[in-house]
């Protein structure tokens, strides 16, 4: 059964710092892996998607890595502000299905001004 | 284009009573997905459905739980009889045909069982 742990749990930092979050999987037979930010109180956001043939994904100040061989993922954000604050999620297939996501707890963000 | 609409946002419900909760997903999506989040367990895929026929039900914790989706622009979970362990905030989300299966959420319902 696949399982996601996200490290750290918690992160504060202060406004325009370059910030890492990891994501790591049990199984690393992973076809896509998604991130997704979550606001409080509200649903998810898709952030970033890597696809079986790619390795990583920018969108702005984000870019996410995918590395298959050892099952490992992170989320870089670039001069960070205080609006990136949310928990950010990530999620990836799991159970020989490419449908069936499985999500991490998340890492809660707060960028401080 | 519209997202992922899900009804009601909020619901507060009697132990024993029966739930609904409702889905529309995002037109031309085929891949429908429901699932539920606590502090506890996170998020937990319950059930998911392509072009409108159910896939896989695994995640369904009990007989409780029931999954339909009539159509493709519809879907409801349905809980009968609701407990007060079933709080949770559910939530659907659908993916489109060749997206890589980018899942777009729904803003989810908060089911409070008392």
């Known amino acids: 059964k696949q399982e996601v742990t996200q490290i750290p749990a918690a992160l504060s930092v202060p406004e325009g710092e370059n910030l890492v979050l990891n994501c790591s999987f049990t199984d690393s037979a992973i076809y896509n892996l998604q991130w997704f930010r979550q606001d409080p109180g509200k649903g998810l956001t898709s952030l970033l998607l890597i696809q079986s043939s790619q390795r990583e994904q920018t969108s702005g100040r984000l870019n996410a890595s995918l590395d298959k061989s050892s099952g490992r993922s992170t989320l870089y954000i670039a001069a960070s502000q205080p609006g990136d604050s949310a928990t950010y999620l990530c999620a990836g297939n799991s159970g020989g299905s490419n449908y069936k996501l499985t999500f991490g707890k998340g890492t809660l963000l707060t960028v401080n001004p | 284009d519209a997202g992922v609409i899900q009804s009601p946002r909020h619901e507060v419900t009697e132990m024993g009573q029966e739930v609904t909760l409702r889905c529309k997903p995002i037109?031309?999506?085929?891949?429908l997905f429901w699932y539920r989040q606590t502090m506890m367990r996170g998020l937990e895929l319950l059930i998911y459905?392509?072009?409108?026929?159910?896939?896989?039900d695994s995640g369904m914790p009990e007989d409780r739980f029931s999954a339909k989706m009539p159509n493709a622009s519809f879907s409801t979970l349905k809980i009968q009889p609701s407990e007060p362990r079933d709080s949770a905030v559910y939530f659907c989300?659908?993916?489109?045909?060749?997206?890589?299966?980018?899942?777009?959420f729904g803003p989810g319902t908060r089911l409070t069982v008392l």
């Open positions: 037109s031309g999506h085929d891949y």
């Open positions: 459905f392509n072009n409108n026929v159910p896939i896989d």
């Open positions: 989300a659908s993916s489109r045909p060749g997206g890589g299966n980018e899942q777009f």
